[in-house]
């Protein structure tokens, strides 16, 4: 599995981007895919989860700003980021857990090469 993160950028505060990952490979489907960040000189922190049942979770400082969604048909997962704070600058990678080929399933997790989100005036 590979999976190529984009849609990062520079922002202002208060502005918006959406970041896409979409998953390459002979994927029947994906469990999990979420996003993860990683701020300068922090560890990498978990940022929002999209399961493949449609249940959702943020990390409590980017919930009613950030949005994940999904399209199972072409293997993506999106963040639409509104509202941008300089604290929200970090790189930013995605995640996928419980891959299936066909009808034979991996607990692996797999991560992407990350997508830099710089917010500043």
């Known amino acids: 599995v590979q999976l190529q993160a984009s849609g990062g950028g520079s922002v202002q505060p208060g502005g918006s981007l959406r970041l896409s990952c979409s998953a390459s490979?002979?994927?029947?489907?994906?469990?999990?895919m979420a996003w993860y960040r990683q701020g300068p000189g922090k560890q990498r922190e978990f940022v929002a989860l999209?399961?493949?049942?449609?249940?959702?979770n943020y990390l409590d400082s980017v919930k009613g700003r950030f949005t994940i969604s999904r399209d199972n048909a072409k293997k993506t997962v999106y963040l639409q980021m509104d509202s941008l704070k300089p604290e929200d600058t970090a790189v930013y990678y995605c995640?996928?857990?419980?891959?299936?080929?066909?009808?034979?399933?991996?607990?692996?997790?797999?991560w992407g090469q990350g997508t830099q989100v710089t917010v500043s005036s």
């Open positions: 995640y996928a857990e419980g891959v299936c080929y066909g009808s034979i399933c991996t607990n692996s997790g797999f």
């Open positions: 490979g002979r994927i029947f489907s994906i469990n999990d």
């Open positions: 999209s399961t493949s049942g449609g249940r959702t």
